[in-house]
């Protein structure tokens, strides 16, 4: 067993180089194919992007075509965070299962993320509990229950790697709701730094959203 911090990488939107996030051409490729509408293709140019995604998207709110470019980002958090987050339906996910991966397999062991919120001086009671969580789930795989049926010891605590892709318009509605003060706190660890990545790597579009506020204020936004 292995007490791990969550994380998340930011991968490359698609169509674009996996290793590279270029926010400035996403927002080229949603700008020619914004222009389809009225026919406007010849009049982009290497940098009227910023204008037009300024006139189009911020100023005129018209969010829809941010909906042709899309970004995925690989989380690791731990289960209870997971069910959380595939209540955004608009995205798509791919998550490690526990009916497949056998923690009890020779090189592979389980990993947890406990809550942030346990006090200091509980904390290595709680690693202790999660050990003896840990050793009813082997004992039972040693017994010859597969990982799908030993899987009903495995608590919220267990880490897991989910890969989420969404558009840079779903991404936005996921910041106005994840980084909010009604937000859970183990989210708010994980989702606000992402936040923040975003802003450095994708110019304009999530430069408004302020962390920590009302959720009603945050989700009156424009989105």
């Known amino acids: 067993m292995k007490i791990i911090e969550p994380s998340t990488t930011m991968l490359a939107p698609s169509g674009f180089p996996y290793d590279r996030i270029d926010g400035e051409n996403a927002l080229r490729f949603i700008e020619a194919q914004a222009r389809i509408s009225h026919k406007s293709e010849e009049a982009q140019t290497g940098d009227s992007w910023k204008r037009f995604i300024e006139a189009v998207v911020l100023k005129h709110g018209d969010w829809s075509v941010c909906e042709h470019a899309h970004v995925t980002v690989k989380f690791q958090i731990n289960r209870g965070l997971t069910h959380e987050l595939v209540r955004h339906r608009l995205f798509s996910f791919s998550q490690e299962s526990t009916r497949f ?3 009890g397999k020779e ?10 919120e346990v006090r200091e001086p509980d904390q290595e ?3 202790q509990d999660l050990l003896e969580i840990d050793a009813i789930y082997l004992k ?3 017994r010859g229950y597969s990982p799908q049926i030993a899987r009903d010891f495995l608590p919220n605590a267990l880490a897991a790697d989910i890969s989420v892709t969404g558009n840079l318009r779903s991404w936005r509605w996921f910041f106005q709701a ?3 003060k009604e937000t859970h706190p ?3 660890r994980v ?3 992402l936040l ?5 790597k994708i110019p304009l579009l999530y430069d408004d959203l302020q962390t920590l506020e009302k959720q009603s204020i945050s989700m009156a936004k424009v989105h």
């Open 101 to 103: 991966v056998n923690y």
């Open 107 to 116: 090189g592979t062991s389980a990993e947890y993320i406990p809550s942030f």
């Open 125 to 127: 009671e709680w690693k």
């Open 140 to 142: 039972w795989l040693k």
């Open 178 to 180: 994840r980084t909010t």
């Open 186 to 188: 183990d989210m708010r």
């Open 191 to 193: 989702v606000i730094p």
């Open 196 to 200: 923040e990545e975003f802003k450095k």
